[in-house]
């Protein structure tokens, strides 16, 4: 009888959590919308450069790299004794990288939970690791967000203290500190990207640090809201709200469409090269 009721109420909280995801999907892109109406298209036109083609080559390189990073957290966790063969994990890691970008959000997450049972890893702990990443993704993208504002007026000691905290991390040898490091490591590849872009598009005057920081923030309400496939309309929509009264509006759209574009670019890249790799 208790499970019973235990399972209806989990029901009504997912279904809770879906309206809400779908609320907040169709409130983000009508804001989109409303800001793409009133945009003057002929202003975007400036921002197409070299720097913004050169940019949107390296910004996609960082987001594979920052997926490698989170694959080998996500392996530490889910294989702390190293019994699966690394590129097997990768693999399984990537195909729920494109899994991702299917409706719902979830399949990324199923994904896994069926590959990694397929060679071997308990169900249990596999939902277990699912948890910790989450949490980790928390933990580590407002870290460095706080490290892009630290940056903003003291940048040696940003860096300083960052890399302490990964060195230490990683020296440790503990697969949950192993994790944090390498998150750490793959948000850090998000907030350069990021600064990449917008020194290609924004204003000479704006804050690359802050910018990152933002678009951070924006990553992070993305995540965080269930049914946007790759948090599509909600990430945009947050950088938007959250630069728009700082930054000319065309600059930044351009940055915001040039960040989706480079992140898709970036997941695709990761997913099919480690797919397309012979296993071990």
């Not at 693999?91 to 896994?112: E, N, T």
């Not at 920081?213 to 709200?241: C, K, S, Y």
Request: charged share 15%; hydrophobic share 60%; net charge positive.
């Amino acid at each position: 009888m208790a499970d019973t009721v235990l399972a209806r109420r989990r029901s009504s909280f997912e279904r809770i959590g879906r309206w809400a995801g779908g609320v907040a999907l169709v409130g983000s892109i009508a804001f989109i919308g409303e800001r793409l109406w009133r945009l003057d298209w002929s202003t975007l036109q400036p921002h197409a450069s070299w720097g913004l083609a050169g940019a949107m080559v390296g910004a996609p390189l960082l987001f594979a790299v920052a997926d490698r990073a989170l694959a080998r957290a996500w392996t530490a966790v889910v294989d702390p004794e190293h019994t699966q063969p690394p590129r097997n994990m990768a693999r399984i890691y990537a195909r729920g990288v494109l899994m991702k970008y299917l409706p719902g959000s979830i399949f990324q997450y199923v994904s896994r939970q069926v590959e990694g049972a397929k060679t071997g890893i308990e169900h249990k702990l596999l939902a277990k690791s699912v948890i910790v990443e989450v949490g980790l993704h928390l933990v580590s993208s407002m870290s460095v967000a706080a490290a892009c504002l630290t940056f903003e007026r003291a940048p040696v000691v940003a860096i300083v203290a960052a890399a302490i905290v990964v060195g230490a991390s990683l020296a440790a040898r503990r697969p949950l500190l192993t994790a944090l490091a390498f998150q750490i490591l793959a948000f850090g590849a998000f907030a350069l990207a990021a600064a990449l872009i917008g020194a290609a598009v924004l204003p000479a005057g704006a804050s690359l640090a802050h910018f990152a920081a933002l678009f951070l923030l924006a990553w992070l309400a993305g995540f965080v809201v269930p049914v946007a496939p790759g948090g599509i309309g909600i990430r945009e929509a947050a950088l938007l709200a959250l630069a728009g009264a700082g930054l000319p509006a065309a600059g930044l759209m351009a940055a915001t469409l040039a960040l989706r574009a480079s992140s898709i670019a970036g997941d695709l890249g990761y997913g099919l090269i480690t797919l397309g790799r012979r296993r071990n």
